[in-house]
């Protein structure tokens, strides 16, 4: 069974940049497509990109287009999450995600079956 881990977030000012590491354990993350999702507080999840298996499809929420660059690298069994140009509405806890078998990718909670334990991202002066 997949297991997912988050890291990379912390504590950053308007304007900087972060990049987020998801890596999986115990299986392949290649048959895997993956998402990032947030959770800003008294806030629902919402979708912030996704990155198909083979990286054909990426989608990526309006919210965070032009500033937020989603990659993976199979043959570490890692996604990473490419933050810039933070503002401090990008707070929130950030999670990733994982479907196996899926041709694409989403960026809907409801198409992912397995979930990271997030790591905060918080955006401040």
């Known amino acids: 069974q997949l297991q997912l881990a988050e890291s990379g977030g912390g504590l950053v000012q308007p304007g900087e940049s972060l990049t987020l590491s998801c890596v999986g354990s115990?299986?392949?993350?290649?048959?895997?497509?993956i998402g990032w999702f947030r959770q800003a507080p008294g806030k629902t999840r919402e979708g912030v990109s996704c990155?198909?298996?083979?990286?054909?499809?990426?989608h990526y929420a309006d919210s965070v287009k032009g500033r937020f660059t989603v990659s993976r690298d199979n043959a570490k069994n890692t996604a990473y999450l490419q933050l810039e140009s933070l503002k401090t509405e990008d707070t929130g806890v950030y999670y990733c995600?994982?479907?196996?078998?899926?041709?694409?990718?989403?960026?809907?909670?409801?198409?992912?079956?397995?979930w990271g334990q997030g790591t905060q991202v918080t955006v401040s002066s």
């Open positions: 990155v198909s298996r083979t990286s054909r499809h990426i």
């Open positions: 995600a994982a479907v196996g078998g899926a041709a694409g990718c989403a960026y809907y909670d409801s198409f992912y079956d397995l």
């Open positions: 115990g299986s392949n993350l290649d048959y895997y497509a």
